[in-house]
């Protein structure tokens, strides 16, 4: 994947932290030598568009609910045409967003156009470069979230300019070169939702009664559960509802809690099905948003109740937590005595479990299932002494597939590092690519999958600003 590239044969001192030496053909120019700044408002029958960090600007149609759509004062949202760069509210922490659509946008933000200096490919991964990042990180105003870029102080910022050719000759090998590697990152999380399926299909099985976990079959016997959506269960299990065998919220934080206190905070997006994607907040009380209310304890199992996070589920089976809160989209249930708490954990993860947080969800923008409609739910359960082996079975049926998925998701992490790490030294002039031939099928990577915060939401501005 990686040829063997070498700096460029002489270099000029930039004077800049964020960019260092740069190749002697090269030119410094600031950055209002190299944009126009595009302030054209009265469109309202344009596409509304959205800023995402992925997938630059693009029409909010794309991601239906997942933004906020404005309804009215559209003549006052600024034009944007393809080939334009826009400064979101998020740009100081994942650069300026290219427009690959015409459309209109919030009037907060600013929308740049490239003169004929600047080619807009070789810009488009400047502008996502972690160098240039720190260099917008210089230029924010604001103490809170949703900090605004200075538009006067980047436009007196001057930035690295290589000569045309060889700005398109930058732009076509990063195309061709983070194609291969968004489309190999691709593969290897197919193969984790392959592997991720596979394991779920082997807890399904096991606390659903389907497979006997002492033999490997089905169970001698079965009975009626008297529930229609739970059908035949084993002879010896019981139904029960949820609130039977586990508790839910027993601790919150109420508005009287210590201002200096001090916790860890787990957001919703960052649990899926049995894993932690991220690492929690430390936050003290005084600074938490209003929703970090729900403690957890060692051996609970919280699960998301909002439909949007559909597998937010994660059991707590570190003996050693403690000061962890979760968001109220979550519920979190402690396990009664009747039930072993990692059983709980896998219990909640099954399918017939989501399948009837979905339909009972109510609510448009982000449906969601009460606690108390939750708890209600029916589910079958084993003997305790049952428990224990299908735990322990889940548990060595499941842990090469672990394995292979940590495995997997460290090679994602170095493939997305090499590519950062790629991207800066290219368009910084650090290695030289101009001998390099770029295969013509070479391709820009706007199919990179968005993350579920890509989009701009909560943060976007009001139409009326």
């Not at 922490?93 to 919030?106: D, L, M, P, T, V």
């Not at 008297?226 to 027993?250: C, D, Q, T, Y």
């Not at 249930?333 to 009837?356: F, Q």
């Amino acid at each position: 994947m990686q040829e063997n590239l070498k700096p460029y044969p002489q270099y000029k001192e930039s004077g800049s932290p964020w960019f260092g030496n740069y190749p002697a053909n090269w030119e410094l120019l600031k950055t209002k030598y190299l944009f126009n700044e595009r302030v054209e408002k009265g469109f309202p029958n344009e596409s509304l568009l959205a800023a995402t960090q992925t997938k630059g600007v693009v029409p909010k149609a794309q991601y239906e609910n997942r933004t906020v759509l404005a309804q009215k004062d559209l003549h006052l949202l600024k034009l944007v045409e393809p080939g334009d760069f826009v400064i979101s509210l998020r740009s100081f922490q994942g650069g300026i967003e290219k427009a690959y659509f015409r459309g209109i946008i919030s009037p907060a933000y600013t929308v740049m156009i490239p003169s004929t200096r600047i080619n807009a490919g070789y810009f488009k991964h400047l502008a996502k470069s972690i160098p240039f990042i720190k260099l917008l990180t210089t230029c924010v105003t604001g103490i809170r979230e949703g900090q605004n870029i200075d538009y006067e102080i980047l436009r007196r910022n001057k930035l690295p300019v290589p000569p045309l050719t060889e700005q398109h000759q930058i732009a076509s090998y990063l195309d061709w070169k983070t194609s291969q590697i968004t489309k190999f990152i691709k593969a290897k999380k197919r193969l984790i939702e392959l592997l991720k399926e596979q394991k779920q299909v082997i807890i399904n099985d096991a606390v659903t009664g389907k497979i006997n976990v002492r033999t490997g079959k089905p169970y001698r016997k079965y009975k009626n559960s008297g529930v229609e959506w739970l059908g035949m269960v084993p002879e010896e299990w019981e139904v029960f509802p949820l609130k039977k065998i586990a508790s839910s919220n027993l601790k919150t934080l109420g508005e009287k809690t210590n201002s200096d206190y001090e916790f860890d905070y787990l957001e919703i997006n960052k649990v899926k099905a049995g894993y932690l994607i991220d690492t929690p907040t430390r936050l003290v009380f005084k600074d938490a948003p209003s929703r970090a209310r729900r403690i957890v304890n060692y051996g609970d199992t919280i699960i998301s109740t909002v439909r949007t996070y559909l597998r937010s589920v994660y059991y707590i089976s570190n003996p050693y937590v403690k000061d962890l809160v979760v968001s109220t989209g979550f519920c979190v249930l402690t396990p009664k005595s009747n039930i072993v708490p990692s059983c709980l954990g896998y219990l909640l993860r099954s399918d017939y479990i989501i399948d009837r947080v979905i339909q009972n969800s109510i609510g448009v923008s982000y449906p969601a299932i009460s606690d108390s409609k939750l708890m209600s739910l029916k589910v079958s359960l084993p003997p305790i002494n049952e428990q224990s082996q299908i735990i322990k079975s889940i548990e060595i049926k499941t842990e090469k597939i672990d394995l292979s998925i940590s495995t997997i998701d460290t090679e994602i992490k170095l493939l997305q590092e090499y590519r950062i790490r790629l991207i800066a030294d290219v368009v910084t002039g650090k290695v030289d690519v101009r001998d390099v031939v770029v295969p013509v099928n070479a391709i820009d990577t706007m199919d990179e999958e968005a993350d579920e915060n890509d989009i701009e939401k909560i943060e976007e501005p009001s139409v009326n600003e």
